[in-house]
């Protein structure tokens, strides 16, 4: 059974991640030797781009050297097939409340913009500017007959 050690390397964009990932890769080719099976589609990318990436500041970086052993427990289950399923719990808090100030939003803009009296006005008010003569007038009065409606309903009468 072939063995598999992975290494991660984390960091922000622009920390030297690809930098790291090239010193890994010459690192372990020198102490195994050149047959030495690496694998890494993120470093062929880097090198396809003729870098390995920006050296990261030593001076302000910390390398967290650790081992882990694969996941166990009851994040990791394997039906007969051996078939893995990996659980991955994810904090789905703050996607909750923004969805929720949303939603009020939604309800505060729509209920304004689908209000039929407040959608007549405004249709009204935009075509008395490009009307002129008995149009107009017509228009001036449909908009007062609406804006006399609206003063009732915001009177609650």
Do not use: C, W
Request: hydrophobic content about 40%; proline content about 3%; charged content about 20%.
């Amino acid at each position: 059974m072939t063995q598999v050690i992975e290494v991660v390397v984390i960091g922000a964009v622009g920390s030297g991640k690809s930098h790291v990932l090239e010193l890994i890769d010459r690192a372990i080719h020198d102490e195994y030797g050149q047959h030495v099976q690496v694998a890494s589609h993120e470093l062929s990318r880097e090198r396809y781009m003729g870098s390995p990436g920006t050296k990261p500041k030593v001076s302000e970086t910390i390398f967290n050297l650790r081992e882990q052993a694969p996941a166990s427990g009851n994040q990791l289950n394997s039906d007969p097939s051996g078939t893995i399923a990996f659980k991955v719990d994810i904090d789905s808090s703050g996607i909750d409340e923004a969805i929720g100030k949303a939603e009020t939003l939604h309800s505060l803009t729509s209920s304004y913009l689908l209000d039929p009296l407040q959608q007549a006005i405004d249709q009204t008010a935009r075509l008395i500017t490009d009307a002129e003569g008995e149009l107009a007038i017509k228009l001036l009065s449909h908009l007062d007959t609406l804006l006399a409606e609206q003063l009732l309903r915001a009177s609650g009468r």
